[in-house]
């Protein structure tokens, strides 16, 4: 069966900082992976995907992702946080095996950006 | 958001009516969700459709009924509503339900059953 765990319930960070939201995953097969941030009230917007190939991968808003096959994580970093940067992140995955199957969400980090 | 609306933003409902949530794309998506979040839970999966007519059970579907007769509208019935069904209900699309393809998700709708 496929999960995925997000350790961290939040994340504080000082605005300027580099942030990591980490996530680590369980699939059979080879993963698919995403990253999506909510803000209050709001609907999840997508953030960046792993597919295949380079295991660095950037996203919207200057966000990016590694993957990690041995450590089966994909953590999303961010070089200089900002305020606005604050919000609910939450990590999926999707077994590549296969013609199914669906997303797993994890539970979301909260990320806290502080002046 | 763009592209996916859901209405109402809010719904208020007494234990044991009906409520239907409204989910509309034009984004000519084949693939179309609905997802329900509660708080330290995440996402979790309710129905999910690829095509027109055609719609499968996601992990919690009971108390819950869909129908998809257009590509572009996925509307939810909330059946017999509980308190327990009191929660925040997300709709999604996606081009199709390739596993790479990343979900687009509608501002939601907040469920409080009285």
């Known amino acids: 069966a496929q999960s995925v765990a997000q350790p961290e319930d939040q994340v504080n960070v000082a605005e300027g900082n580099p942030l990591t939201v980490k996530c680590t995953y369980s699939?059979?097969?080879?993963?698919?992976l995403f990253w999506y941030v909510q803000y209050p009230n709001r609907g999840l917007q997508f953030l960046l995907k792993?597919?295949?190939?380079?295991?660095l991968v950037k996203g919207s808003y200057g966000f990016e992702a590694e993957f990690n096959k041995s450590q089966t994580s994909f953590h999303l970093k961010k070089p200089s946080a900002l305020v606005s940067d604050s919000a609910l992140y939450f990590c999926?995955?999707?077994?590549?095996?296969?013609?199914?199957?669906?997303?797993?969400f994890g539970k979301g980090t909260k990320l806290s950006v502080k002046p | 958001d763009g592209g996916i609306t859901q209405s109402p933003k809010y719904l208020f409902r007494k234990e044991g009516q009906n409520v239907t949530l409204s989910c509309e794309q034009n984004?000519?998506?084949?693939?179309m969700y609905w997802y329900r979040q509660d708080p330290g839970q995440g996402l979790r999966l309710i129905y999910y459709?690829?095509?027109?007519?055609?719609?499968q059970k996601g992990d919690i579907a009971e108390g819950y009924s869909v129908s998809r007769e257009k590509k572009e509208s996925f509307p939810l019935t909330v059946t017999s509503a509980q308190k327990n069904q009191t929660s925040f209900y997300l709709c999604?699309?996606?081009?199709?339900?390739?596993?790479?393809?990343?979900?687009?998700f509608g501002p939601g709708t907040r469920l409080t059953v009285l």
């Open positions: 999604a699309s996606s081009i199709d339900q390739g596993r790479y393809n990343e979900q687009f």
């Open positions: 459709s690829q095509i027109v007519n055609d719609f």
């Open positions: 699939v059979s097969g080879n993963p698919y």
């Open positions: 984004l000519n998506h084949d693939a």
């Open positions: 792993y597919i295949t190939g380079d295991n």
């Open positions: 999926a995955v999707r077994d590549a095996r296969g013609s199914q199957g669906n997303l797993i």
